[in-house]
């Protein structure tokens, strides 16, 4: 099992930025990837961004192309996503997920493809 937890979501006006954190515990060395996904009130949870773990190549969704930015550190087990010009439209309930399969670059934005998940982290855009 791997344990996600997030952190940094918040209050922000339009434009500005926030940096969400995703803290991963348990059987680390069987992820193939990690990813974040949103859901926005009466939406479906639609993803945002992923990363291999190894050798790190990132994946997103047009929607946040340019102005998002996923990472990872392998040595202490976190994936961040700085999100920069931020839209009303990104609000929404974000959660981290964690891929134990081995990782299928064109299947990055399935959220069946992803194994384990966090309880969420809240960011809210005003206008």
């Known amino acids: 099992q791997v344990h996600l937890v997030e952190s940094g979501g ?3 006006q339009a434009g500005g930025s926030l940096r ?3 803290v991963a515990s348990g059987r680390t060395f069987s992820m193939s990837a ?5 859901q926005a009130p009466g939406k479906e949870r639609e993803f945002v961004a992923a990363i291999s773990w190894n050798p790190g190549n990132t994946y997103y969704a047009d929607s946040v192309k340019g102005r998002f930015t996923i990472s990872r550190d392998v040595v202490k ?10 839209e009303p439209d990104d609000t929404a309930v ?10 299928i ?20 855009v005003s206008s």
Not at 77 to 86: D, E, H, I, R
Not at 94 to 103: I, V
């Open 94 to 103: 974000y959660y981290c997920a964690a891929n134990k399969t081995p990782f």
């Open 10 to 12: 918040g209050l922000v």
């Open 20 to 22: 969400l954190s995703c």
């Open 77 to 86: 087990n976190t994936v961040a996503l700085q999100m920069n010009s931020l």
């Open 105 to 124: 670059p064109v299947l990055a934005g399935r959220r069946e493809r992803y194994d384990y998940w966090g309880q969420g982290t809240q960011v809210i």
């Open 34 to 38: 990690m990813g974040w996904f949103r």
